[in-house]
């Protein structure tokens, strides 16, 4: 897959795309990633990107003809071309697979107050955000879109594990890990784990989730698809909670 990353601050991707998963990515050939810097497609002799607002207000508006410019050199035609915004479609594990299931995106970072909106009208064909809240700029937010995609990159996780696992992936979270030493401070490893009978081991670890999944995000359990013993356990869960709270006359 290859990655084109349109920004005005193309330094702050150095250290995460250099360590770890991303990394291992393109050392193994299945990423490539550019980062441009959308500076060098300002034509004139200060290289301005951006300019005031029309209408008044405060702060600086990223210009159409730059961005347009970056964007058409670098696009060929179906490219992907993604704004990180706000206003965009939330990312999910979902999103993040069908990202993945493409040849070429091109992730463009807005900054300053916005971007002028005719590059959305001209340009831009999907935009997403990673949750409801307003980052200084598109990077941080591009980066996070380009570690939860190329997860699902058949070779990126190596034996490390699958994407498949994850929490997330179909629909609830993932239940606890545990390594050596076997009792630490007084919590022991739980006996299943340490028997090694798989067929038991998976199901104590759908359940420990699904147990994850009623405490941490209750809304998930809603889509997600459950056998009627996974529906039982669920049952069991909110038994114990009405068990463990206090009882008024
Ligand atoms: N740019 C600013 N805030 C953002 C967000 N929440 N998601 C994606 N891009 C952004």
Known sequence: MRIDVLTLFPGMFEGPMTESMLWKGRDRGLLDLYVHDIRDYALDKHHKVDDTPYGGGGGMIMRADVVVRAVETLAQPGTPVILM????????????????????????????????????????????????????????????????????????????????????????????????????????????????????????RRREGLRRTWQHRPDLLFRAQLTDEEKYWLAEFADADSAAKPQYP
């Open 85 to 204: 915004s706000p206003q965009g479609r939330l990312l999910s594990h979902t999103v993040a697979k069908e990202l993945a299931g493409q040849d070429r995106v091109i992730l463009l970072c807005g900054h300053y107050e916005g971007i002028d909106d005719r590059v959305r009208q001209l340009v831009v064909t999907d935009e997403i955000s990673i949750g409801d809240y307003v980052l200084t700029g598109g990077e941080l937010a591009a980066m996070v879109v380009i570690d939860a995609t190329i997860r699902h990159i058949p070779g990126v996780l190596g034996a490390e594990g699958a994407a498949d696992t994850d929490s997330h992936a179909d629909g609830v979270l993932e239940g606890p890990h545990y390594t050596r030493p076997p009792v630490f401070r007084g919590l022991t490893v739980p006996d299943v784990l340490q028997v090694g009978d798989h067929s038991r081991i998976a199901a104590w």
